[in-house]
């Protein structure tokens, strides 16, 4: 069984398209995260829910903007994109928020913007 | 300045030997030191995290944390093929979380 799951793995799609990246975990956390891992590796948090309430937002275009349905799901909507949104962005969850430090990721979706 | 900096390598080592990666930070408020695993496209994996100072053991891998010096290692005892990936630190406090950008680590039998 796959503890975060993310879809789809690899999304390629032109300049000024809108896409969403789907996460989900089946191990009952409450928190949840999205990060972003460039060329050189550098993982960069994004945002985060705690019980579905946004409680990270980073600096980050707000042509991003995370939704969370439930507690098992976190998705990442990106409007208008642009060539330097291609990186693997990476869902994460911890048991809660005072167990941010043990954080369980997802495979990573590996977005290119043409 | 960077608020985690990691020495990128790559490192290459024979197997059986002792590995050390390192980090350093600036933020004196980091309460949480953790280090990932991260094999090639694969999402990282925590290794291991120790709260505030001192060391913490897990088998073939030891994590230490220096506070005075801002100054964090991971130690990998009699280094495996299979240890061949990506090692990233990380720190945490409150709310902010942030990462090294890695150490690329190659085992060579």
């Known amino acids: 069984d796959t503890a975060v799951s993310q879809t789809p793995k690899y999304l390629v799609t032109q300049m000024g398209n809108d896409k969403s990246i789907k996460c989900e975990q089946n191990?009952?956390?409450?928190?949840m995260y999205w990060y972003k891992q460039d060329s050189k590796k550098f993982l960069k948090i994004m945002f985060s829910?705690?019980?579905?309430?946004?409680?990270i937002n980073e600096t980050v275009p707000n042509r991003f903007s995370p939704k969370s349905p439930d507690k098992a799901h976190l998705n990442l909507h990106i409007n208008s994109l642009e060539l330097g949104d291609s990186a693997v962005y990476f869902c994460a969850s911890s048991q809660d928020w005072d167990s941010s430090y043990e954080q369980y990721f997802g495979p990573g979706t590996r977005l290119t913007v043409t | 300045q960077k608020e985690v900096e990691q020495d990128p390598g790559p490192l290459s080592v024979p197997e059986g030997a002792i590995v050390s990666l390192n980090c350093t930070y600036s933020n004196s408020a980091f309460q949480y030191f953790m280090w990932y695993r991260q094999y090639s496209r694969k999402g990282p994996e925590l290794l291991m995290y120790t709260y505030s100072s001192g060391n913490k053991e897990d088998g073939r891998f030891t994590a230490q944390v220096d506070k005075s010096s801002k100054y964090i290692s991971l130690f990998i005892r009699d280094s495996q093929p299979s240890d061949s990936a990506t090692y990233l630190c990380a720190m945490s406090v409150g709310n902010q979380f942030y990462f090294g950008t890695g150490t690329s680590l190659t085992v060579i039998p």
């Open positions: 829910y705690n019980n579905k309430e946004l409680i």
């Open positions: 191990l009952g956390h409450d928190t």
